[in-house]
């Protein structure tokens, strides 16, 4: 199957796909538009008709006529509130062009849905209703259409019927939308006054709409020229697979995300800067001469070199980024809040990385597109981060490549996709800072100390006994004559982390910074005690990682909530119930628990004598004391 080759030029096609969204308020209309488009243009079969019929009865809102919405909104929440939920798409053809529209949700609760269907798309089509005029979530749609990458805009003023066609109606909202879209940078927008339910100006130019000189939508969609541009955009191929079906093949598998490419050309991986060249172009068809964007091919070179999955390859004179912290844009779409320095899995194209969101500059106001000061992002809201991952990233701007400057953020304990992201800007190119070599490393200072660097985190309640277990610890260690180092969380507040409150992000913050430094610590051959509350696993499995799991000692110190408010050591309890404390572990913010902590105490069974004596067994039995 690798032998053939095809020296004839792939078939044109003759036939283009526009794909499209559409968008804006609740009720607008945007289902009604998608079903009369499809209908109008011939594209619903006989048997769709009669069960539309027969739906229009059971969940139609236009009396005894057809209610083209029920085509397609689907789902039976949908058709019973009459509103959409999930993102429908619908393919549907002219003997001009293939379309693909996206029609997505109008409440502010499913902005999320929307931004998805926008992602894909090159052109969105802005339902107002005639009667209401730009509405916040007009805004909203249209402020997240821009940030998306789409660049034309069909401002369809819907139920022009209601308002008898009314000329002046029409042109005081296309004046009061251009006026706010002036600043998204929008390459076209072309206003049309149309009824989706009675099909004015959708497919055929409405008679009762006389004094409109402009095109319908039917044909302005089969007519306007929008080339993606992948085929001219600098050559990126993301490795999906290394395809190695014998031992003597060595292919890399994946779809060509923009430019082209030709058997001979010169190419370079982005990460380690190798240069090669394509030596074949392979498929299951035979060779191909060259692949441009959309292809799915196998690339075979010239040279034996280091390729995996994530990898991309490119043309020399015109490389990627690769850097480890980058500025993006993120829209959040989980119910759990962002907040700085929690651990994610990021998704960039085809490469998996760990990384987080290291700080928020901001969240946007997508009504008024106004910069503000936030902590933490919520469900739907859209902020612009500053994202750090544990290995170099290759990637694009943006809008210079829309395949390799978007990712996805997924929660790494529940697999969900938490946010979507479109990267602006690389803060810090791994080409022009590297780590400095250490002549001395930990290894050796260990040695000198005469014993194995660790790092024991105490995690519990307020009132658990944490810092008073540690410290006997800390003693013990000590008259052993042991190298140690004590972080308590109360004393790095007065110093490293004064400047932090107690929100979310801010407790976030404080564990990541005490982790860096228990990690430096540890580095110089210390045994590092760290006393916090920590209250979630993410951030406990953060510092885990970034220290070593083989160095990394977790102790719960279980003690019931109810014991440590009746102990309340430093009267905290007592002002969290009368509401003068917020976020509070415990009380109004929630604790989790280790699932398998390497030393498990329960103080309410043990003297804290007992629990220090505990810990100091397992580091004997661990060797961490054996030198």
């Known amino acids: 199957m690798f032998t053939k080759q095809r020296t004839e030029p792939v078939p044109v096609r003759t036939k283009d796909q526009l794909r499209f969204i559409t968008c804006g308020s609740v009720d607008d209309g945007k289902s009604t538009l998608i079903g009369r488009l499809l209908h109008d243009s011939k594209m619903i079969y006989h048997d769709q008709i009669t069960a539309l019929e027969r739906d229009s009865i059971k969940y139609g809102s236009t009396g005894d006529n057809i209610d083209f919405a029920l085509l397609v909104d689907g789902l039976e929440a949908e058709r019973e509130q009459g509103i959409t939920i999930d993102v429908a798409y619908r393919f549907f053809t002219t003997p001009r062009r293939s379309f693909m529209v996206a029609d997505t949700p109008g409440h502010e609760q499913y902005t999320r849905n929307m931004a998805t269907g926008a992602s894909q798309a090159q052109l969105a089509i802005i339902l107002i209703d005639a009667r209401k005029g730009v509405m916040v979530q007009t805004r909203r749609h249209s402020f997240i259409c821009a940030l998306l990458g789409i660049r034309h805009v069909v401002l369809a003023v819907n139920k022009i019927d209601l308002v008898a066609y009314d000329k002046e109606c029409f042109d005081r909202i296309a004046r009061d939308y251009m006026a706010f879209a002036a600043g998204l940078g929008f390459t076209s927008i072309v206003p049309i006054p149309i009824s989706a339910r009675y099909g004015d100006n959708v497919v055929d130019r409405s008679a009762r709409a006389n004094w409109y000189r402009g095109p319908c939508l039917l044909g302005y969609l089969e007519s306007i020229d929008i080339q993606s541009g992948t085929a001219s955009q600098a050559f990126r191929f993301p490795v999906q697979w290394v395809n190695r079906p014998n031992p003597d093949f060595r292919g890399y598998a994946g779809t060509v995300a923009s430019g082209r490419i030709s058997a001979g050309?010169?190419?370079?991986?982005?990460?380690?800067?190798?240069?090669?060249?394509?030596?074949?172009?392979?498929?299951?068809?035979?060779?191909?001469?060259?692949?441009?964007?959309?292809?799915?091919?196998?690339?075979?070179?010239?040279?034996?070199?280091?390729?995996?999955?994530?990898?991309?390859?490119?043309?020399?004179?015109?490389?990627?980024?690769?850097?480890?912290?980058?500025?993006?844009?993120?829209?959040?779409?989980?119910?759990?809040?962002?907040?700085?320095g929690r651990n994610y899995i990021l998704r960039i194209g085809s490469q998996t990385i760990s990384g987080s969101i290291a700080e928020i500059q901001h969240r946007i106001d997508v009504n008024t597109c106004e910069h503000l000061a936030a902590g933490m992002v919520s469900l739907n809201e859209i902020a612009f981060c500053n994202v750090a991952t544990t290995m170099p990233a290759v990637f694009d701007a943006y809008d210079v490549n829309r395949k390799t400057g978007s990712f996805i953020v997924i929660d790494r304990y529940t697999n969900r996709t938490a946010g979507?992201?479109?990267?602006?800007?690389?803060?810090?190119?791994?080409?022009?800072?590297?780590?400095?070599?250490?002549?001395?490393?930990?290894?050796?200072?260990?040695?000198?100390?005469?014993?194995?660097?660790?790092?024991?985190?105490?995690?519990?309640?307020?009132?658990?006994?944490?810092?008073?277990?540690?410290n006997l610890v800390d003693q013990k260690l000590f008259a052993?004559?042991?190298?140690?180092?004590?972080?308590?969380?109360?004393?790095?507040?007065?110093?490293?982390?004064?400047?932090?409150?107690?929100?979310?992000?801010?407790?976030?913050?404080?564990?990541?910074?005490?982790?860096?430094?228990?990690?430096?610590?540890?580095?110089?051959?210390?045994?590092?005690?760290?006393?916090?509350?920590?209250?979630?696993?993410?951030?406990?499995?953060?510092?885990?990682?970034?220290?070593?799991?083989?160095?990394?000692?977790?102790?719960f110190v279980d003690t019931p909530i109810e014991e440590c408010a009746r102990r309340d050591p430093k009267g905290l309890y007592s002002k969290a119930k009368s509401g003068n404390i917020k976020n509070f572990t415990g009380i109004d913010a929630c604790y989790e628990a280790p699932e398998t902590p390497d030393i498990h105490l329960r103080t309410m069974e043990q003297t804290l004598e007992h629990s220090a004596k505990a810990v100091v067994d397992v580091l004997v039995a661990r060797s961490i004391l054996d030198r």
């Open 265 to 340: 050309d010169e190419i370079i991986v982005a990460t380690s800067g190798r240069t090669t060249r394509v030596k074949r172009i392979v498929t299951h068809g035979g060779d191909l001469v060259g692949a441009e964007a959309g292809d799915a091919v196998t690339i075979t070179l010239e040279d034996e070199i280091d390729i995996g999955r994530g990898d991309i390859l490119s043309r020399p004179d015109d490389q990627p980024k690769v850097a480890d912290q980058f500025a993006a844009y993120v829209i959040w779409m989980d119910e759990e809040p962002l907040a700085p």
């Open 420 to 470: 979507a992201g479109m990267i602006a800007v690389p803060l810090r190119q791994t080409a022009n800072i590297a780590r400095q070599a250490l002549s001395v490393d930990r290894r050796e200072r260990a040695a000198l100390k005469n014993q194995k660097p660790c790092v024991i985190w105490f995690t519990g309640l307020s009132g658990a006994g944490k810092s008073a277990i540690a």
């Open 480 to 555: 052993m004559s042991r190298h140690t180092m004590l972080l308590d969380g109360d004393n790095l507040r007065h110093g490293l982390s004064a400047d932090l409150g107690f929100s979310e992000a801010d407790r976030v913050e404080n564990i990541r910074r005490v982790g860096e430094v228990a990690k430096l610590m540890a580095d110089s051959g210390l045994i590092v005690i760290c006393s916090f509350i920590s209250p979630t696993r993410a951030e406990r499995d953060r510092v885990r990682t970034l220290v070593g799991k083989d160095e990394f000692i977790e102790v």
